[in-house]
């Protein structure tokens, strides 16, 4: 009995981690563009709001991947539709590191930025529903650790090859070599998305599709065998029948069922929380970060070092809410890391308004806030927005979340450029800290969910 679970953990955790590998590419895809943000700017001489449009447009893409993702993991799949968002990370990766044009890297960011949408809604939500109960929380949150590793490798890969470029430099060989790697170096670092977005690809075809998504699709059987291999058989009987019971009772999954008196609070807490956790400036310290640190007085190359810090902070700090958060709660993380990030946020400001904010000072103050945001909203924030909407209409709820989320992270990257130039970096910090406020209050709308099973969740929200 003790090697069945252990092989059930083993292959719960394999296909956690191969679904978390949307994850990591949505990590890598959204800061590696931290590297190149100075070199495209200096080529194509953008002006702010240019500059603005070359982080956002990515983000634009995005709404659009989500707003498609729901449709289609409703309609085909969790599965297919990651392999779908796999193959789209590669096109952009090659596109954007062969493109001819400003306006060809600009389509190809946005082609990147529908997979990433269409990954950062389909792989929680593939894990949450394929995950028991008692370990949901943690499998869930290894999402958002797998984006913590690919900040973190996209800070590497950038330095680098940035280091490499450097080293190049004597060489004048000329060729599409000298250009890539020397001459225009930005486009291998985007052309280095393209090899974990080929693992990710070949990944998905060794794991199954979602047990509740073949259940609505009346195909128990094969639902059946898929929980049996992540629980033992007794197990797997009781929640399939949990799971068509819940089924039954459901509505069919149409749009206007997300708006009904029952899931009406769901929704609009959902979209408030996935809003602010943008509003609060997690993405602007991802795009920004060297040009923020540049601003304290530090060179671009120590710049680049400080991101690869406030890498390894996020990581060891998600490591923390990876394994307290179905001992501590969703809510207690997230109220907790939201204070961490709203004291650190007024700190920050206030060092830049006081003309204080030496290299160091400000980087402790900014890993702070990493660390806040990564023990409590980051994870959370994605465990939640999984867990909370009925099995049928579970893709296209999540979905209207998280284009809120991404929504926000688009008017951050258009603006944050104007912010740091026209309201100073410390007006900047002290608007974020502001969008911290609201966020314990969303939460007392939403039930705690650890040790849960969905269909109890479900059950909560019917009640009302």
């Known amino acids: 009995m003790n090697n069945f679970k252990q092989k059930n953990r083993f292959y719960l955790l394999f296909i956690a981690i191969t679904a978390a590998l949307g994850g990591f590419l949505f990590g890598y895809d959204t800061a590696i563009i931290s590297g190149t943000l100075s070199s495209v700017k200096s080529q194509f001489a953008l002006n702010a709001v240019m500059e603005g449009w070359f982080v956002s447009s990515a983000l634009v893409g995005c709404i659009g991947g989500v707003a498609v993702a729901g449709e289609l993991a409703d309609r085909f799949g969790r599965k297919y539709s990651l392999i779908a968002s796999s193959t789209l990370f590669f096109i952009s990766a090659i596109g954007c590191a062969f493109s001819a044009s400003h306006t060809e890297l600009i389509a190809y960011r946005i082609i990147g930025g529908v997979a990433v949408g269409m990954a950062s809604m389909l792989s929680p939500l593939y894990i949450s529903e394929i995950s028991p ?33 450097e080293s190049l430099t004597s060489l004048n060989s000329g060729g599409l070599w000298h250009k890539i790697f020397v001459a225009e170096v930005w486009r291998a670092m985007f052309g280095t998305e393209a090899i974990p977005a080929l693992l990710f690809f070949a990944a998905m075809f060794f794991v199954p599709s979602s047990p509740r998504w073949l ?14 291999k992540i629980n033992n058989a007794e197990i797997a009987e009781k929640e399939l029948e949990s799971i068509q019971i819940a089924i039954t009772n459901e509505s069919e999954g ?47 190359s120590d710049a680049l070092g400080g991101q690869v810090i406030i890498g390894f902070v996020n990581v060891a700090a998600t490591v923390f809410a990876i394994m307290k958060i179905d001992q501590y709660g969703r809510k207690k993380l997230m109220l907790g890391g ?26 402790i103050f900014i890993l702070t806030f990493i660390a806040s945001f990564a023990i409590g909203y980051g994870p959370v924030i994605w465990v939640l927005l999984s867990e909370i909407y009925p099995t049928k209409v579970r893709g296209r709820a999540m979905s209207v979340a998280v284009i809120a989320l991404w929504i926000g992270t688009a008017a951050i990257g258009q603006i944050v450029p104007w912010m740091l130039e026209t309201l100073s970096p410390s007006g900047t910090f002290f608007i974020f800290a502001a969008c911290c406020i609201p966020v314990p209050f969303l939460l007392q709308t939403i039930p705690e969910t650890k040790g849960m099973s969905l269909e109890e969740i479900e059950e909560v929200w019917q009640a009302h």
């Open 338 to 363: 939201v204070t961490g990030m709203f004291l650190s946020l007024l700190s920050v400001g206030i060092i830049f308004l006081l003309g204080k904010a030496e290299g160091t000072l400000l980087l």
């Open 133 to 165: 109960a008692k370990v949901r929380g943690q499998m869930v949150a290894l999402y958002q650790f797998a984006i913590t590793i690919g900040i973190l490798s996209a800070y590497f890969v950038n330095a680098y090859v940035l280091h490499l470029s």
């Open 254 to 300: 149409s749009w206007s069922v997300l708006w009904q008196k029952g899931l009406r609070v769901a929704m609009l807490a959902g979209i408030g929380l996935a809003l602010l956790s943008q509003f609060t400036g997690i993405n602007a310290i991802i795009y920004y970060g060297p040009r923020i640190m540049e601003e304290a007085g530090m060179q671009l």
């Open 215 to 228: 259940s609505s699709k009346n195909k128990n059987k094969e639902a059946g065998i898929v929980l049996a």
